[in-house]
C-alpha cells in the first residue's frame, strides 16, 4: 500500500479525473485512473487496489459493469459510485448488492474523503483477518442521507443558503428531517463555532415561553428568583432556531415580529434594551399560508421568517431513499445492541411499498425495535408490524406474474385465516373499512373485484 492506499478512480469525462485524482493525491492516497472499464480492468489486474471510484454512466462498458466485474474477481475491494440524477436507480441497485457507497455528482468532497478513508480502512482489515466486507455505510453530508434528486435539490438548496443571512422557514411534515436540515445550515465552516440555539415552540407553555425567549430579571415576577438569559441572548452570533412555530400564540407573535425588526429585546423585569444578532430558522410541520388565511399567524411575521422557504419531502415521494437509509440505520443500531443483522430484499420492497406517515422517523423506530427484538441473522418481514406483512406479500406476489386482482383476493383469504374468520380484525389489520371489506368479499363471490392495494397503508 502506497501512503494512504492506493484508488483507482475511473471516469470518461477527463476533467473530473483530474480534479478528483489531484484532491486525493493531495489527502496522500496514490491515485490510479482510467477513462475508461477496459483499461481499469486491466489495471485493478495488474496492481491490487485500496477502494475503486468509478463513475456511472460511460460510453461502452459502465461502471455496473465495471463493479460486477469488481465483485467477482476482487470481492473485498470497495466500490464507491459518483452518478449523475439519472443514474439513481442503478446506484441504489448497486447498493443493495454490496456497493460501498455513492455520491450525487459533484460530490462533496469532505464526506467523499471520509467515506474514502473509512473503505480503505475497511479494506485493509478484512486483508489482515479475511472476513467479508461489512456493507456499506450510508451517510451523506454530516449524517444526511439522500441520493434522490429531490434530496439532491434540497442540498442544493442548503449549499447556496448556508453562507447567508437570511431568515429561513424549513417546512415538511414531520418526521422529514427538518431539524436536521436546520442543523445543517449552520454547519459552513465560518459559522460552526458559533451558537445554535433550539427552542420547541410547542413543548414550552405558554407562560413560560417569553422568560425562556428574552430572559428575565430577578425578581421581575414571583417564582424569578434568579436573573435569567433569554435564548436571543444565548443565541448571539449565532442561530437560533424556533421549531414548531406555528404554535406560538398570538401575543408572542407579535414580541417576536419586534425583535425580528428592531433586532433588540428587553428581559422581562427590565426595559434596558440589548442588541442582538442572530439568524432565525423556524420550522414548521402545519401550512404556515393556510394558518395565515385561517387567522392563526400573523401575515407579516410569516413574511419575514420565510425569506428562504426549505421544503422536506415527505419519503413517499424520494421512496427510492428507503434502502439507503433503512441500511444507515440498521448498521447503526447493530453497533449500539452490538448484534450483526441483514435485511432481507423483502423488507425493503415492502418499506417500499408503504407510505410512511411518520416518514424518516417512523422508518427508523421500525428498525430499531425490529433489531432490538431480533434473534436472527436477518431481519424478515416478521419482525415488522403486521401492515409490513401484508405490504411484502403483495409485493412479492405481483413481481411472481399473479394478477392485482388475484394478489388481493389472496391478501384478504390470508389475513382473514389469520384473524380465524373475524371480519372487524380482519378489516382493522388491512387498514380497510368494515363495509370496504364485505364488498371485496362480496366481490370474490361473482361481480369482480376492486383494488384494495390502494387502500392497504393508505387508510
Ligand atoms: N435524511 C436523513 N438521514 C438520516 N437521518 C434522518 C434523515 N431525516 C431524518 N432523520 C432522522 O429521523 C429522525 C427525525 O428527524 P427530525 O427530528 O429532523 O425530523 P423533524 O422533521 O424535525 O420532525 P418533527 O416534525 O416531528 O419535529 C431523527 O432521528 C433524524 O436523525
Ligand atoms: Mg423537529
Known amino acids: 500500500m502506497n501512503g494512504k492506499g492506493d484508488i483507482l478512480i475511473v471516469d470518461d469525462e477527463p476533467n473530473a479525473l483530474t480534479v478528483l485524482s489531484a484532491i486525493l493525491s493531495e489527502e496522500g492516497y496514490s491515485v490510479l485512473r482510467s477513462g475508461d472499464v477496459d483499461t481499469a480492468t486491466e489495471m485493478i489486474y495488474t496492481r491490487p487496489v485500496d477502494a475503486v471510484i468509478t463513475d456511472i454512466k460511460m460510453p461502452g462498458k459502465d461502471g455496473m459493469y465495471f463493479f460486477?466485474?469488481?465483485?467477482?474477481?476482487?470481492?473485498?475491494?470497495?466500490?464507491?459510485?459518483?452518478?449523475?440524477?439519472?443514474?439513481?436507480?442503478?446506484?441504489?441497485?448497486?447498493?443493495?448488492?454490496?456497493?460501498?457507497?455513492?455520491?450525487?455528482?459533484?460530490?462533496?468532497?469532505?464526506?467523499?474523503?471520509?467515506?474514502?478513508?473509512?473503505?480503505v480502512k475497511q479494506r485493509v482489515a478484512n486483508r489482515d483477518d479475511?472476513?467479508?466486507?461489512?456493507?456499506?455505510?450510508?451517510e451523506y453530508q454530516s449524517h444526511i442521507i439522500g441520493s434522490t434528486p429531490e434530496m439532491g435539490r434540497l442540498f442544493e438548496t442548503v449549499e447556496a443558503v448556508k453562507t447567508s443571512q437570511s431568515n429561513v422557514l424549513v417546512c415538511g411534515e414531520t418526521g422529514t428531517g427538518k431539524e436536521l436540515i436546520a442543523r445543517a445550515l449552520l454547519d459552513d465552516g465560518k459559522t460552526k463555532n458559533r451558537p445554535f440555539v433550539a427552542v420547541n415552540c410547542a413543548a414550552i407553555p405558554k407562560e413560560l415561553i417569553e422568560v425562556e425567549l428574552f430572559g428575565c430579571e430577578k425578581g421581575?415576577?414571583?417564582?424569578?428568583?434568579s436573573r435569567r438569559t433569554g435564548k436571543f441572548e444565548e443565541a448571539a452570533n449565532g442561530v437560533i432556531f424556533l421549531?414548531?412555530?406555528?404554535?406560538?400564540?398570538?401575543?408572542?407573535?407579535?414580541?417576536?415580529?419586534?425583535?425580528?425588526?428592531?433586532?433588540?429585546?428587553?428581559?422581562?423585569?427590565?426595559?434596558?434594551?440589548?442588541?442582538?444578532?442572530?439568524?432565525?430558522?423556524?420550522?414548521?410541520?402545519?401550512?404556515?399560508?393556510?394558518?395565515?388565511?385561517?387567522?392563526?399567524?400573523?401575515?407579516?411575521?410569516?413574511?419575514r421568517i420565510n425569506v428562504v422557504e426549505i421544503k422536506v419531502p415527505p419519503l413517499r415521494e424520494r421512496k427510492d431513499d428507503i434502502p439507503l437509509l433503512a441500511a444507515a440505520f440498521l448498521e447503526e443500531c447493530c453497533?449500539?445492541?452490538?448484534?450483526?443483522?441483514?435485511?432481507?430484499?423483502?423488507?425493503?420492497?415492502?418499506?417500499?411499498?408503504?407510505?410512511?406517515?411518520?416518514?424518516?422517523?417512523?422508518?427508523?423506530?421500525?428498525?430499531?425495535?425490529?433489531?432490538?427484538?431480533?434473534?436472527?441473522?436477518?431481519?424478515?418481514?416478521?419482525?415488522?408490524?403486521?401492515?409490513?406483512?401484508?405490504?411484502?406479500?403483495?409485493?412479492?406476489?405481483?413481481?411472481?406474474?399473479?394478477?392485482?386482482?388475484?394478489?388481493?383476493?389472496?391478501?384478504?383469504?390470508?389475513?382473514?385465516?389469520?384473524?380465524?374468520?373475524?371480519?372487524?380484525?380482519?378489516?382493522?389489520?388491512?387498514?380497510?373499512?368494515?363495509?370496504?371489506l364485505y364488498k371485496r368479499l362480496n366481490d370474490e363471490q361473482g361481480v369482480g373485484a376492486s383494488g384494495i392495494s390502494a387502500d392497504i397503508g393508505n387508510a
Not at 73 to 82: A, R, S
Not at 92 to 113: E, I
Not at 287 to 296: I, M, N, P, Q, S
Open 68 to 119: 460486477d466485474y469488481v465483485t467477482k474477481n476482487h470481492p473485498d475491494v470497495p466500490v464507491i459510485f459518483l452518478t449523475a440524477y439519472g443514474t439513481v436507480e442503478s446506484a441504489v441497485a448497486a447498493m443493495t448488492r454490496g456497493a460501498f457507497h455513492y455520491f450525487m455528482k459533484p460530490p462533496d468532497y469532505p464526506s467523499l474523503k471520509s467515506v474514502l478513508a473509512r473503505a
Open 130 to 138: 479475511g472476513s467479508p466486507a461489512e456493507g456499506f455505510c450510508g
Open 220 to 225: 421581575a415576577f414571583t417564582g424569578a428568583v
Open 243 to 303: 421549531d414548531e412555530i406555528s404554535e406560538l400564540d398570538i401575543s408572542m407573535q407579535a414580541k417576536l415580529l419586534r425583535v425580528l425588526q428592531e433586532r433588540e429585546i428587553e428581559r422581562i423585569g427590565s426595559n434596558k434594551k440589548i442588541r442582538v444578532e442572530f439568524r432565525l430558522i423556524s420550522a414548521t410541520n402545519r401550512d404556515l399560508a393556510e394558518e395565515v388565511k385561517k387567522g392563526r399567524f400573523r401575515e407579516d411575521l410569516y413574511y
Open 335 to 436: 453497533k449500539r445492541e452490538k448484534k450483526k443483522i441483514n435485511l432481507l430484499h423483502e423488507v425493503i420492497h415492502a418499506f417500499q411499498a408503504y407510505h410512511w406517515p411518520g416518514n424518516v422517523r417512523q422508518l427508523k423506530n421500525i428498525i430499531e425495535r425490529a433489531v432490538v427484538l431480533s434473534k436472527n441473522e436477518s431481519l424478515t418481514l416478521a419482525d415488522l408490524p403486521g401492515e409490513f406483512c401484508l405490504l411484502g406479500e403483495t409485493t412479492k406476489r405481483v413481481s411472481d406474474g399473479k394478477t392485482l386482482k388475484e394478489v388481493e383476493l389472496q391478501a384478504i383469504r390470508d389475513a382473514l385465516q389469520t384473524c380465524k374468520g373475524n371480519k372487524s380484525k380482519t378489516a382493522k389489520m388491512l387498514k380497510i373499512s368494515r363495509k370496504a
